[in-house]
């Protein structure tokens, strides 16, 4: 069992950044890869950013790429979202997730992929 604790969200103005923090307990991060997913009122949860076991190798939502940079600290079981050039239809609640199969971008991308999430940590960006 892991347990997954966001942090770092908040309200920002567009065009500004903040940082995102997932803290996970329970078993070594490294045993997981790792994502990102949002969702805003009225939609599906979408993808934003995946990340393998040793952060090597990452993916990113056509969104967000160039903006958002996924990164980790096994040392410290700890999974960051850095988000710059927020835009308003960023505006969602951030949720980090681990997985454990094989680190394929088609099967990432997609909620199937993960067995354990966080609570989630809302970002608003205002215009």
């Known amino acids: 069992q892991v347990v997954l604790v966001e942090s770092g969200g908040g309200l920002v103005q567009a065009g500004g950044s903040v940082g995102l923090s997932c803290a996970a307990s329970?078993?070594?991060?490294?045993?997981?890869?790792m994502a990102w997913f949002r969702q805003a009122p009225g939609k599906e949860r979408e993808f934003v950013a995946a990340?393998?076991?040793?952060?090597?190798?990452?993916y990113y939502a056509d969104s967000v790429k160039g903006r958002f940079t996924i990164s980790r600290e096994n040392a410290k079981n700890t999974m960051y979202l850095q988000m710059n050039n927020l835009k308003p239809e960023d505006t969602a609640v951030y949720s980090c997730?681990?997985?454990?199969?094989?680190?394929?971008?088609?099967?990432?991308?997609?909620?199937?992929?993960?067995?354990?999430w966080g609570q989630g940590t809302q970002v608003t960006v205002s215009s």
């Open positions: 329970g078993r070594p991060l490294s045993n997981y890869y």
């Open positions: 997730a681990a997985g454990f199969r094989t680190f394929i971008q088609a099967l990432v991308r997609t909620t199937a992929a993960f067995d354990y």
């Open positions: 990340i393998n076991w040793s952060g090597g190798s990452t």
